[in-house]
């Protein structure tokens, strides 16, 4: 090995120690443990919630607390009406705004020229994804309540919700088709296939992947909303025959897990203590289930990726 | 000489994209049955000449031309089903396309979308086209295996044999042996000698001596002009009669 450091000007042999590779080195340690730190930082509260609850609410979980409704002003008893609220909320809301995100978002991407209108488009779909979510129970209470004469009730609540969570679906699904390489298309077009063959064929099966993260990511966020819900169909209490999935009808009020955990905390007097933790045990895990079904169908449809 | 009516006659044709130009009212035809060779530095419209033949320019936002396009005495601008103009002509990318489908599925593509249903008649056609490609030999225990998991140079005659699929007068190769190796090349100028027997080709190329090998005659198409359009053996001789398209060819140009 050549090691002459008599000329410090001529470039210094490869492995060879000198201060200046030793301090690029430990800049590099360094920007490491910065990096990991704060990995570290933005876990531990993330854990902190989810153990804290757990072990708070976990003596109270049982079957019989998911079946049965609640009682005694809300201090004993279970989540039922409360449980299947959210599950129709979630599931009526997800039968408007999956279609039409999906489909609004293949029109978007696969059809739609590049003009002011488009322009406009996107814009507004970005925008109203930042729009608060009590701008949106505001809308709903004007728009689907009383303007089209819905009442309170879970189909107003539903459309509410399916408003506030369209741009996730279509954010997610555009992305999914951008993912598509434009060669595929081309190809399909120059063999004489229509833009909906194309599509139909090829596009939207390699597409799917995204577009189901999207709308299961949609259904986490339509699972933990409260304010939309409060002014659009949800109710403090409300009594349903236990153990009938269809309880309820689009017309009544419904009960609502995230809205219940509001109420448990800061209206009801005399509820164990418990009782809050466990129903935000409920929501969570419910929340974190969803979303690792998500994960898993992805890593599944990941593996078996076409190309 | 006889005069039988050109397969494709390009009249006055401009382009643009955007307000960039690309061709400047060119005009020439293509004899039925001949290879028309088409050479050129990159940039120079080739591509874009072949998407305006089959009418997929249209589809690049911002595109635009004049001019006319005859196929079959028929301007493809004005035929009433722009989808059956596409299959009456085979198209081949640069770049080898496989599908995310099987192979079976790649070859059957075309066919199925143009309304072929039959399973006997998608059978036969999938192993004449892969047949046709000099492909079968290699893919024919495997056909249910993914197109996009061939080689290249397998993915290349893939593409080929899609395009036949459609069973198209007219294929266009668009620089097909730019990702693939010389021995595959060689293999597809084999299979495109065949198939000169039977229909029109018309060849991008950016190996000048691939026009040499395989065309009737030879386009040079320089910056959107048609430079010079001659038979090959006098495009490639040693005095083709223009300055340029001696450069070219010889390497020398610049
Ligand atoms: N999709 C496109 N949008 C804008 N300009 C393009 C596009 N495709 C090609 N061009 C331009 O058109 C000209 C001709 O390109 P092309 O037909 O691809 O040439 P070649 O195939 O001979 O290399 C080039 O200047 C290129 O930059
Ligand atoms: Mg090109």
């Given amino acids: 090995m050549n090691s002459t450091p008599s000329s410090p000007a001529t470039s210094p042999a490869p492995f060879v120690s000198n201060p200046r590779v030793r301090r690029k080195l430990r800049q590099e340690r360094i920007a490491q443990a910065v990096f990991a730190t704060m990995v570290v930082l933005m876990l531990l509260p993330l854990l902190g919630i989810l153990v804290y609850l757990v072990v708070r609410g976990a003596p109270l979980i049982s079957w019989e607390f998911l079946t049965t409704n609640p009682s005694k002003g809300m201090t004993a008893g279970g989540i039922w009406s409360a449980l299947l609220g959210t599950v129709w909320l979630v599931v009526v809301s997800l039968a408007f705004s999956a279609p039409i995100g999906v489909l609004a978002a293949v029109y978007l991407n696969e059809y739609a020229k590049d003009n002011w209108f488009t322009r406009v488009v996107n814009l507004a779909v970005v925008n109203l994804a930042g729009v608060p979510s009590i701008v949106h129970a505001l809308f709903g209470l004007g728009a689907f309540v009383l303007f089209f004469g819905m009442g309170r009730s879970i189909l107003a609540a539903s459309l509410t919700l399916a408003v506030m969570t369209m741009p996730v679906v279509i954010t997610a699904t555009r992305e999914a088709l951008g993912a598509v390489p434009m060669s595929f298309r081309e190809a399909c077009w120059n063999v004489g296939a229509t833009r909906w063959q194309t599509i139909r064929r090829i596009v939207l099966p390699n597409a799917v992947s995204g577009i189901l993260t999207g709308v299961i990511l949609e259904i986490s966020r339509k699972a933990g909303e409260t304010v939309p819900i409060m002014f659009t169909g949800a109710v403090f209490f409300r009594a349903i025959p236990e153990g009938d999935l269809f309880a309820y009808r689009l017309t009544d009020q419904c009960m609502a897990l995230s809205m219940h955990l509001y109420t448990v905390t800061t209206q009801v007097t005399g509820a164990p203590a418990a009782l809050p933790f466990a129903v935000a045990t409920v929501l969570i895990l419910a929340i974190i289930l969803i979303n690792a079904t998500s994960i898993a169908i992805r890593a599944w449809l990941r593996s078996h990726r076409k190309w | ?254």
């Fill in chain 2, 1 to 254: 000489m006889h005069d039988s009516p050109p397969k494709i006659k390009v009249e006055q044709f401009s382009s643009w994209y955007g307000d960039k130009p690309v061709h400047k009212e060119i005009s020439f035809h293509v004899r039925a049955n001949e290879v028309l060779g088409i050479i050129g530095p990159a940039q120079s419209g080739k591509t874009t000449l072949l998407r305006a033949i089959n009418r997929t320019l249209e589809l690049t936002a911002g595109a635009r031309s004049t001019g006319t396009i005859q196929v079959d005495g028929e301007d493809v601008r004005w035929v009433a089903n722009v989808y059956e103009l596409r299959r009456k002509i085979g198209m081949v990318a640069p770049l080898p396309v496989g599908l995310p489908l099987t192979i079976y599925d790649n070859v059957a593509f075309a066919p199925r979308c143009a309304g072929l249903s039959r399973k006997s008649d998608l059978d036969a056609l999938v192993e004449k086209c892969l047949r046709q490609a000099a492909l079968w030999d290699e893919v024919k225990d495997r056909l249910d295996s993914l197109g996009t998991k061939l080689s290249g140079g397998q993915q290349q005659r893939l593409t080929i044999a899609r395009a036949l699929s459609h069973q198209p007068e007219i294929l266009c190769l668009d620089e097909f042996s730019i990702a693939i190796d010389p021995v595959t090349t060689m293999r597809i100028e084999e299979v495109l000698k065949e198939l000169r027997k039977d229909i029109t080709i018309i060849l991008v190329t950016n190996l000048t001596q691939q026009a040499r090998r395989l065309a009737d005659r030879t386009m040079f198409l320089w910056n959107g002009e048609i430079i010079q359009l001659d038979r090959s053996e006098v495009i490639f001789s040693e005095n083709p009669g223009n300055q340029k398209t001696y450069d070219y060819v010889h390497g020398i140009f610049g």
